[in-house]
Every structure is written in structure tokens, then in C-alpha cells.
């Protein structure tokens, strides 16, 4: 039920700001649930949850200050499926990467899909593209089905900015192209993967079916499944210049290095005190 509860609020930016006393109070009660009076050492963590996500960032674990200090102001936290994924060596697969980062960012879509267009998405992905070299950027008609899953394989860092759904007329994960729709039961490449990270920046993007015993099937699983070993997923609707502004924060800190649940974890800080 506090999970519920807890969601529920993290779902809904109205609710959110209507009752944020409510909201504290119940990210506090689910920290003191899941961790009692167990003392976590201040780093990074590694979560595998039992069924769907909810994020453990936005837990309170004090409310003494002035204002709520949050689970993520002192861990990093990254999700894995189980114990036996986190000890698969990817490297061992992977091949080398012809470039280093593929900017996705269609902007308008298809009429079919009647999809609002995604303003200024071209230029946080060329942004984004100006911190690394050996870069592509596809946008507008370039930025097809087609011409994706032709080209995702070779590059080390994917970013995809576009429209998604956990659910659609398949009954699978969908996302969106300027063109066409890619399902989830699609994304098999011609070539393997060199892919190291995938950012998805789109609605529901790590939501799915739920198998037990396997978890959600959803598209980081799909790319997961491909060889590539980490995501950044949506759970819920998302905001596009709120996504642009965190998305750019956390490829900065990537760009210098920093292993990418660190970089999150700086980039949400940044964008909260931004705020």
C-alpha cells in the first residue's frame, strides 16, 4: 500500500504539488519500512526489485532539516534484473564501436500516430553530441525506423529522443520514429551490438508486461537481452524541456568519465537546486 501511495504521487506532478506534506510522509514510511533502523553506507547501490520498479531516489530519509533530505542525496542507485545479470561480463561480447555517440531525435512524426511534435529535441541531442567525437545526429526524416536499427549497433552511447508506450495495439512496447512505430518483438539487428549505453528519453519507456520470476519485459530489457549492459529509462510521462535539461546535466558528467550511476545521480542533484 505505500508503494502505491508512493507512486501514485510521483506519477502525478498535481497531486504532487497539491499534498507534498503527504508525499514526505509517505517516502519516509517506505524508507523506514524497507530499511528499519538498518544504517546504509553512504555510496552507491544496486537494486533488483521483485515485480515492477519504483524508484528508491525520491524515498525521504529525514525530515529534520528544512527541507526533506532524499535517499538519493547519498546514494547513487542503479537496478539490475537479478544477481546472475549483474555478473555477466559484457565486455567479453562486445566488439568496438565505429562511433562514440548517435543522437535520435525525430522532432515530428507520422500522421498515423498522431504524436505531438517534440519541440527543441534536435537541440539537446546536437548539444549532446558536441561533448563526444565521432558523433551522428538523425533528426526529421533521417531520423526513420529504418535507418535506426541499421545504425545503433556501431555507436557506444545511443540517446533517443521520441515518443514511447509500455502498451499499444500489439499489446507490446512501442516507440516512435518520424516514419513508423518499432515493438518490442522487432529490435533484432543485422549487426551485433557494440552498444554500451542506451538512453531512452520517452514516456514509459521501462514499463512492460510482467512476467513472474522474470520481470518486466520492456524495451531496456529488449536491448539488455541484445549485449547492451545499461539503461536509462522512463517510468512514467515525462516533461520535455524538464528531460532535456536533465538528460544534458547527466552527459556532461559522462563525458568527463564518471561511471553512469554516479553521473545520474550528480545530474539530478544539479537539476533539483537548479529548480
Known amino acids: 500500500k505505500l508503494v502505491e501511495r508512493y507512486t501514485a504521487y510521483l506519477s502525478s506532478p498535481s497531486l504532487l504539488n497539491q499534498d507534498f506534506n503527504g508525499f514526505a510522509k509517505t517516502a519516509g514510511q517506505l524508507y523506514q519500512l524497507l530499511f528499519k533502523q538498518d544504517t546504509l553506507p553512504v555510496g552507491r547501490i544496486i537494486v533488483s526489485p521483485d515485480g515492477r520498479y519504483f524508484p528508491l ?8 532539516s528544512p527541507e526533506p533530505v532524499y535517499f538519493l542525496n547519498e546514494h547513487a542507485v542503479s537496478y539490475t534484473y537479478s544477481v546472475r545479470y549483474l555478473v555477466n561480463d559484457f565486455s567479453k561480447f562486445a566488439g568496438s564501436p565505429s562511433g562514440n555517440f548517435l543522437g535520435v531525435a525525430p522532432v515530428t512524426f507520422a500522421s498515423f500516430a498522431h ?18 567525437s565521432k558523433t551522428q545526429i538523425l533528426t526529421s526524416g533521417r531520423a526513420s525506423k529504418y535507418n535506426f536499427m541499421q545504425q545503433f549497433p556501431s555507436y557506444k552511447i ?11 495495439g500489439n499489446g507490446e512496447p512501442v516507440i516512435y520514429f518520424a516514419d513508423s512505430a518499432l515493438y518490442l518483438s522487432e529490435l533484432i539487428p543485422e549487426n551485433k551490438a557494440t552498444t554500451q549505453l542506451i538512453v531512452l528519453s520517452a514516456c514509459e519507456t521501462g514499463n512492460g508486461k510482467l512476467y513472474r520470476g522474470e520481470g518486466i519485459f520492456s524495451f531496456n530489457r ?15 510521462s515525462v516533461d520535455d524541456q524538464s528531460t532535456y535539461g536533465l538528460t544534458e546535466l547527466f552527459y556532461i558528467y559522462v563525458a568527463k568519465g564518471m561511471p553512469l550511476d554516479i553521473a545520474l545521480q550528480k545530474a539530478k542533484l544539479d537539476f533539483i537546486h537548479a529548480a
Open 222 to 236: 529488449g536491448f539488455a537481452s541484445l549485449g547492451i549492459p545499461s539503461s536509462v529509462i522512463n517510468l512514467w
Open 57 to 64: 531516489e525520491a524515498m525521504v530519509t529525514s525530515v529534520r
Open 158 to 168: 545511443i540517446q533517443l529522443y521520441t515518443h514511447a508506450s509500455d502498451s499499444s
Open 115 to 132: 504524436l505531438a511534435s517534440l519541440a527543441e529535441s534536435d537541440v539537446s541531442a546536437e548539444k549532446i553530441g558536441s561533448l563526444f
